[in-house]
Every structure is written in C-alpha cells, then in structure tokens.
C-alpha cells in the first residue's frame, strides 16, 4: 500500500491551481440520472471519489466518462437499474446521493446505507424522512433501503440538524415532483448553489439556494446540459494553511475566495498576511503564529473539513487553542497522531486543547480521513525529520495530485510504495 514522506522544514513558496470541487461535482455526476438528455461536465476533479461514482453510475446504465482534462460526459439515457450496493457506498458515503435522483427518475431505488465511518456515525434519516414527506415510502431490509413510490409530491421539509447531502438529495429529489417543495433549514454550502446552478440549466425551478429556505417547483421533465464546477475550497484552504503553517509564500490560483471567508479571517487572526485578487489569494505565514479557539459551524462558517488541518497549524501555536467540533462526534483521530509526533493536545469531548510551540519530530503516522491525511501532511511539513503517512488512500479519494503540488511550491515529499 502507498505511503507519504514527508520531510519537514521547507517554507513552501511559489503558485498553486486548485481543482474543481469534490464535493459539488459528486452530486452534479449524479445528477445526470435526472435526464435521458447529456450532461458535460467541467472542471471535475481526477480523484478516487469521483472514480468510485462514475463505476456507481456505469452499473446502473449510465454512460459515464471521466478525464484527467477535468471534463465529464454523463448520460442516463439506458439507465435501468437502481442498486447501488454495499461494495460500492462503503467506500465512499456520498454514494447515499443516487437516492434522491432514483425516486425523482424511477420511483424506485435500493441503496445500501453507509454505516459509520470514522468521523461519526452519520445517519441518513433526515434524506428519508424527507423522501417520505414527499410520498415515498421507505424501509430499511438488510442494510439496505428499499424506497418506492408511485409519484413523488411536494412537501414542506423541515431538517431539525444542517445536512449537506441530505439537502441535495431532496433537491434532485423535488426537481421533478408534483407542485412545490419547501426545504427549511436547508445547507447553504456553497456546492449546494452550484448544484442548484446545474439543476436550474437542467430545466428545473430552483430558488432560494445560499439562503435556509430552497423552493423547488416540479416540472414533467429535465434537459441535458454543460456546467463548469466549482473551484474546492477545501483544497485550497488546505495550501493556505501549508503557507501559514511553514511560513511561507503561496499564490492559490482559481480559486473561490468569496467561499472561504471564515477560515481567512481566523488565518489574518492568527497572524498570516492573506491577500485576494478575483480568484486568486496569497497567503504569507508570519512568525509568531498568534493561537486562537475556533467552533466549526454549518456554512458560512468554520467548515468541519479544515478542521483537522487548522489543528496542525495550532500546534505551532503561541499560546494555547481550542478547537470544538460540532459537526461531528469523533472527528479528532489526527489529533492522536500528532501526538506521537509530540503534540501537546487533550481532546476533553467535542473540544481539543492545543497548547502550541512543542516542536515536532517526524513520526510514522496513521491517517484515519481523508482530512486527517492532509492535516498529518501539513505537521510532516514543519516537523523535523521524516513523517511517513500510511493509508494514503484516503488523501487520494479528494485530493488531486496532492504531492505533486506540494512538491511544486518546495515541499520535500514523495510516495513510496
Ligand atoms: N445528520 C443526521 N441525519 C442525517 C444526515 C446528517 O443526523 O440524515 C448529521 C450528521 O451525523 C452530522 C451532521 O448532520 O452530524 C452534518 O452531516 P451532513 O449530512 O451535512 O454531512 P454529509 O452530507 O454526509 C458533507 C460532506 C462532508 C462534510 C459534511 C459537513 C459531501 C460528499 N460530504 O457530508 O465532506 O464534512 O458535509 O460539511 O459533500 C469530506 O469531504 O472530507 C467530507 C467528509
């Protein structure tokens, strides 16, 4: 299996290009399923996540093609089944997402549903209890759920807890309904308005996307289309705080600043010199590295996803910072990992204490999420001597061509097989 060497010490300097979100081209591949027409995609991102969701999609008869150009062709015209099995969704959760776009297409879908993983439990019974509201009717038989319905209606929809996917689902889910659907307390992340974005070229009546409340009015039918995703704020607010973190130089180019105002504002708290020109940022790391508490929040705030990586950054800290996780129940695994790499870090329940300015020493290293990986990537950077990451595959399923672009700004990392 891969593993990641990294050899810390090297204030990263130079330019980075940021790929097309993740996270908002997931639910825009599956979203092809809506159609019998094209959908082209730009700017996909050549991850593991992405590979996993077009062989989903092939198996249910969709035409999926996926390249490395960041282009992606879709069309559903054949599709016929609608299994997605365990093999597939416990690899990846987001699988969960075919299931709102099943019901819409076919009133019909069996997907097996994701378990725990080693963030929280991350139940999905908000998507059903939705997809209920609108008339299905959905059991759970052998791990997997089994949902039906003759046609689906629009409803009201009240999330009592901010679910990314859940919302999306319901979207894709309503696009076709009969009459309006009303989504209350819904994410307003930003790849929940790109999705809106491709839905509305598609034909559908989506409003009210970014804010709480998204309205979908039904329509009998959706078009193909081209949409661009996207650039992934969560890559690129992995490279600012590499720049900070190493006290660095770097220029993140075609990237979303408007989407990542709360991790630059805790970057310029903590002392970094963050600039923005339209789709560009440079962030400059500064000595001393000021500690400071965050709480991650629904967006706009503090994303869960740059939680891990802000955490290696306290670690060089001057003073002491607490970090609350509210999103999910056990996402502090890297903290146990930067430990061993001499950490200073007590995890008291969904809060972490970091007490800052303990020196790292390179340490071989478990990475447990595809943020944790990052995160551990980002203390091998500052730690002195080598840190080896195993379970890279992980950091493949969302980064694209992580090492090379580390390797590019100056980092000392490589793979090893
Ligand atoms: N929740 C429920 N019931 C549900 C759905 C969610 O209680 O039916 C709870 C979860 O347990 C969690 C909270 O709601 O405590 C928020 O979870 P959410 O549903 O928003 O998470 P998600 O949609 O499964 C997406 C991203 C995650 C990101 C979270 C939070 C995708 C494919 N995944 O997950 O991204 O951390 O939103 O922003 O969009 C990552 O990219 O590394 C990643 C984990």
Redesign the pocket.
């Known amino acids: 299996m891969d593993k990641i060497r990294v050899t810390g010490g090297t204030p990263l300097l130079g330019r980075v290009v940021i790929s097309g979100a993740?996270?908002a081209a997931?639910?825009a591949m599956v979203a092809s399923i809506l159609t019998n027409e094209t959908v082209e995609l730009e700017n996909v991102p050549f991850v593991r996540d992405i590979l996993t969701t077009r062989k989903l999609l092939t198996k249910m008869g969709v035409q999926a093609e996926v390249r490395e150009d960041g282009t992606a062709t879709l069309n559903a015209a054949q599709a016929s089944g609608h299994d997605a099995p365990y093999e597939l969704v416990k690899t990846m959760?987001?699988s969960i997402?075919v299931l709102g776009p099943l019901m819409a297409r076919f009133g019909r879908a069996h997907v097996s549903l994701p378990g725990g993983c080693a963030?929280?439990?991350?139940?999905?019974?908000?998507?059903?209890?939705g997809l209920e509201k609108m008339g299905a009717t959905c059991d759970v038989v052998h791990g997997y759920v089994d949902a039906s319905s003759p046609g689906l209606r629009g409803a009201h929809i009240l999330f009592d807890?901010?679910?990314?996917?859940?919302t999306?689902n319901l979207m894709m889910a309503a696009t076709m309904a009969d009459g309006e659907t009303v989504l209350d307390n819904a994410?307003c992340?930003p790849?929940i308005s790109d999705l809106a974005s491709l839905l509305r070229s598609m034909g559908a009546r989506v409003e009210g996307d970014g804010t709480r409340t998204i309205r979908i009015k039904g329509v009998p039918k959706l078009h193909g289309c081209r949409h661009r995703i996207i650039p992934d704020r969560?890559e690129a607010g992995t490279f600012a705080v590499a720049a900070a973190i190493t006290r660095g130089d770097v220029i993140i180019a075609k990237c979303a600043p408007e989407h990542m105002a709360a991790l630059l504002l805790q970057l310029i708290g903590i002392g970094s010199e963050v600039g923005i020109e339209n789709d560009c940022m440079r962030v400059r790391g500064k000595d001393p590295i000021l500690s400071r508490d965050v709480t991650t929040q629904?967006?706009p705030g503090f994303?869960?996803?740059m939680q891990a990586q802000y955490m290696a950054l306290m670690t060089q800290g001057n003073g002491t910072a607490v970090i609350t996780e509210s999103?999910?129940?056990n996402r502090f695994m890297h903290a146990l990992e930067m430990v061993r790499m001499g950490a200073d870090i007590r995890i008291e329940g969904r809060r972490a204490v970091v007490r800052g300015g303990k020196p790292l020493t390179g340490a071989n290293v478990l990475a447990s999420?595809?943020?944790a990986s990052a995160s551990l990537i980002l203390a091998g950077l500052v730690a002195r001597g080598d840190t080896l990451i195993d379970r890279v595959y992980h950091l493949d399923r969302?980064y694209e061509r992580i090492e090379a672009k580390l390797a590019a700004l100056g980092a000392k990392i490589e793979r090893v097989r």
Do not use: C, Q, S
Not at 119 to 129: C, D, E
Not at 161 to 166: F, H, R
């Open positions: 993740k996270n997931l639910p959760r987001a997402l963030i929280g439990a991350r139940p999905v019974n908000l998507h059903l209890m807890t901010v679910t990314v996917t859940g999306e994410a992340e790849e969560i629904p967006y994303a869960t996803d999103i999910f129940e999420d595809l943020r969302g």
